[in-house]
């Protein structure tokens, strides 16, 4: 076989493996669909309904396949999917506004317009780059970090209410479960930087570790303020409890300690102290290559993702939102206000992303054990305050 | 209170600048204009013409051979050497030498531009010269002499809008 | 021996006063030579420090710009220029005093004067790397630009030819 | 506390080509000890086989930033021993040129602090605006960054007449920008945290050091050798020397911010001052008489001078060169001294040391 030298040979090799691929599966498929039964009779659904896809829907519908079914909300709607094409397009709106801030012009060249399809192009080239796992690396555990660290990621969007019907496991403790959920990922990337056994990745890995230890408990009693005031745990009721008032107007210093606190957990620039390139050579994300690196930044920004999604639930009203649509779409407009107001609050992370330098680790402790720890303490009366007297009423909480 | 302030300032200041133009242009379809047609010297004044240093032009019929300029760049980079032209019979050049500039050495200080006494040796604001190896970038005498061709359509410079500078 | 150079002779009247009043203080060591803005203090090796800390102290002249060496092969001599200058006395501000010694090439051996000027500790370094000349006194008197494994003679000293020369 | 050696090495996102060995405890930083020498070239050596002319492209290179100042003091040694004044005309657009290449190396300068900070923004745009002022400088010079535009004997070619309008409005649009600058940079409250009160230099350890440059007047003495000894023409042009006595890195910052405010109103003066006339005298041969000059000149990091030693010959015997950021990189042992080692690229960066000029 020649040496791919220019672009298009590579592109050619590529048509052709796929071609061939295409043509093997559909040999080897229709070769079993003589043999398996249920197999030959979706054939037979396929052949017949090739004129109307409603056929092929209700066949789904039987099978457990369909679209209310839990398969394709887990896959394809509030899940997986639909939080892996926000994370890809937040990373090319992020390298795109940022250029704009920056005077420079950002993505260009993949896919026609304003290099929309970077993403996609970031993806094909590192799943063709080889993975590399040093010598001295506990090579397992150094692996199955960018899987963990993902599949918490996805596990977010499980409990997160995009809209009335659309929400994959309505538990009465969904902000437990987050809760829960967040605390997995200090010990991810301890393992990460430990795995990887070299002295940046693990100066990284501790400080990761600070950071994120330090500001769960803010976090919590911010969210404490919310739980108290509509006395469930469970998001789609407290979304309920904000239709006539949302709770950032009620506790706009709960709001600011959880939007702070959650820019710090997910590492965003004002406090990417686990991987400072400049001091410790992108922290514990050092020995990562190809897909393992990809993998992780998948998972960041699901994360980022999942958690502006949580702080809309709790302090924007989650899906309530004035009717745009005409009347007969309620949930596409609930939908609709639910992403908008998530793009919102990830947009105002990315301006805080441009605008400002690291922080250094013994003041982000300072300030996180003495100033959002009172912070979060005097929302958390205020609030009291509000449900004790008759201010609740007014509120209509 | 004065830190809130002092990062919502900034925050402004930041944004502000995401309505203004962008100062990068896209280089191969949009090219840089410069005006002039490059770095001159007058040797009865001793003081060069204004002008863009670029690859150089070397106009046959004035060069006399006499290697000044190889001697100049010898002590900086050593990019030029004599060569023979056996089919240019130039009255003034008996021995038909002329320079030779490599331009993988050349740091177009233009110093041979100030050693050429008889006004042989100029620069042009060409300075699109890449290539794929170092051979090609050697320029034999013909090739200096041909002046270098217009630079195509989309030429952008610098202009200032009230806030912002732009490529335009 | 004052010699004044033959220009701006109106405009030297501070740098002639310092000129005397180093005369005076040690006539015989020293040789000066004065220009605008410039004074050169030519000094006999063994009376080196007190000159050294007379400038520092009473002239004020706090801190060294440069030391530089020069190899005079010839005559068989290096010369340790010590160029000094002052922030402390705003009136002395321009005036820089070159300090020089003379010492013979082939046991090159010279004072340290870190102690009275901190400043020359990395040039004194690179004098010696580059020269080969001792500054007995210097805490830590190593290589500072040259690589490591430089066998050859001391770079600087005009009987080293450069590769291709 | 066990002590942590930490080799911060040539080829380190956060020091240039120039290695510190740290020495940690914990995460505060006992001893540094700098080792430059990675990028030396011998310039010094160089000087001593080319001519007087050829010289001048290669001196420039090791301060490439601030190409203007690193020839400045060659030509005026060269002219000292040669006894000759160069026409009006040409010392004010050598002003001109030395403040234009002052306001690029200080944007370089706030561009590198940005980024070391983790602040992109603060990288891109005193790097977008930096082309403003070397459009400008291509110009007059026809070069973008290494001019080789100042000779002995005054300036290689004339100014073109449209420099005067094209440098008003570069001044006006700057000047709206460093207010940007200050904004989103200078009075961010993240970054004033992080440098305030850090790398700390005092007054008299800045003296005995013999420190230069920003570093110097951040430290509370105001030293500038355009106003000490002054060359050229500065002694008729009016201008402050920014001074103030925090001694920490973001003072130094905010000098280089007020210094670029000085060059402006520096270059606008010249342009409405200058006089016609020649711009080079007409030195058929560059003869230098055998003897010795001292020259020093404010470059853009410091009091950058050349010590030129001539026998008479067409090459000079014996060239001496010393920068800016040889003379601060003693300082580095001292400011780095119980700085966090979070805090070690900002407080290396902030005496503004260029590691291919110290090691020339």
Redesign the interface.
Known sequence: MSKIQTFSSFVKRLIIIIVGLLITLTLLFSLLAYFVPSVKELQDILLSSFGNPSLMLNYLDQKGLGLNSLFFKVVVFPGFTWAALIAAEIIWFERK?????????GP?YAGKIAGLLQPIADVIKLVFKEIIAPSSSDKWFFLSIPIIITSIAAALLAVLPVSEGWIIMRSDVSVLIIFALVGFVPIAVLLGGWASNS?YPFIGALRGLHQMIAFEIPMLISTLGVVLLTGTLDLVNIVYAQSNIWFILLMPIGAFVFFTCMIIELER??F??PE????I?SGYLTEYTSMAFGNLQLGVYIRFYAMAGVFTTMFLGGWYGPQILPNGFEIANQVIWFTIKTLLVMILAI??R??????????LLRMGWSSLLILSFVNLFLVILILQTELSQIFGV | MVFIIKLLSSIISGMNQVFKRRMTFRYPDQRLFIEGDGYKYDPKTGIGINGYRGRHILYLEKCTGCSLCVMMCQGISQAIEMKNLPNKQITVNKKSMFPQIDYSKCVYCGFCVDACPFEALFETNEYELVSYDRESLLFTPEQLAIPPKKRPEPTVNLKYGDSDVYHG | MVETSNTESTLIEREQKLAADLKSRFGDVLEITIKSKRIKIKVKSERLLDIANYINNELGFDHSTSVSGVDYPNSKEFEVVYHLSTYGREDFRDIVIAFSTRISRDEPKTLSLINIWPSVEYSERETFEMFGIIFEGHPKLEKLLLPEDWNDIPPLRKDFKPPGR | MSKLSLSVGPQHPGSGHMRIILTLSGDYIIEAIPDPGYVHRGEEKLAEYRNYIQNIPHLERPVVLDATGAIFPYVLAVEDLMNIIVPERAQFIRVIMAELNRIISHLYYMAIYGIFMGHSTMFMWPVGDREVFIDLANTIAGQRVTYAFLVPGGVRNDMPEKVKEQADKACNYFEKRLIEYEHIFMNNPLFEKRTKGVGILPKQDAIRLGVVGPTLRASGIKSDVRKDDTYSIYNQLDFEIPVSNACDSWSRAWIHMEEMRQSMSIIKQCLKRIPTGPVKLNLKQIKVPPGESYSRVEAARGSLSYYLISDGGKVPYRVRIMTPSFRNLITIPYIMKGVMLADMPPTYWGIDYWPVEADR
């Open positions: 506004f940022l250029a704009k801030m920056q005077m420079r012009v260009l002295k620039i004002p990417d102290l400072a390139e400049s001091e050579a301006v805080l441009g605008v400002n330098p690291r922080v250094r680790i013994d003041l």
